[in-house]
């Protein structure tokens, strides 16, 4: 069973920095694509960052040159790097890891979650 547990958020001013970790177990983000999603009370998740197995990445433009997804293969983790953060950066982030996994008949990909960790930047 894969488990994705977060870690890293809390509150910070406006220009500073956080570094979000998602430690999983039971799968790895070396064989598996992974990302961060971000979401505000009352809108929908968004895709802040992503990093395929390969090891390509991509961002939100909201957040390219400030934000930086990168894994700790390891230590089986996930990291986001926060700098020059804003206020319109608050929201809970969410680690995710999809994973490739075998059905009767073919594949599937399967999507897993962690638990959410909050960022406040305050102004």
């Known amino acids: 069973q894969v488990q994705l547990v977060e870690s890293g958020g809390g509150l910070v001013q406006a220009g500073g920095s956080l570094r979000l970790s998602c430690a999983a177990s039971?799968?790895?983000?070396?064989?598996?694509?992974g990302g961060w999603y971000r979401q505000e009370s009352g809108k929908l998740r968004e895709l802040v960052a992503v990093?395929?197995?390969?090891?390509?990445?991509d961002y939100a433009d909201s957040v390219k040159e400030r934000f930086t997804i990168s894994t700790d293969n390891t230590k089986n983790t996930l990291y986001l790097q926060m700098n020059r953060l804003k206020p319109e950066d608050t929201a809970i982030y969410y680690c995710?890891?999809?994973?490739?996994?075998?059905?009767?008949?073919?594949?599937?990909?399967?999507?897993?979650w962690g638990q959410g960790t909050q960022v406040t930047v305050s102004s």
């Open positions: 990093r395929s197995s390969g090891g390509s990445t």
């Open positions: 995710n890891l999809n994973r490739t996994e075998p059905v009767i008949g073919g594949f599937t990909v399967r999507e897993y």
């Open positions: 039971g799968s790895t983000f070396s064989r598996n694509p």
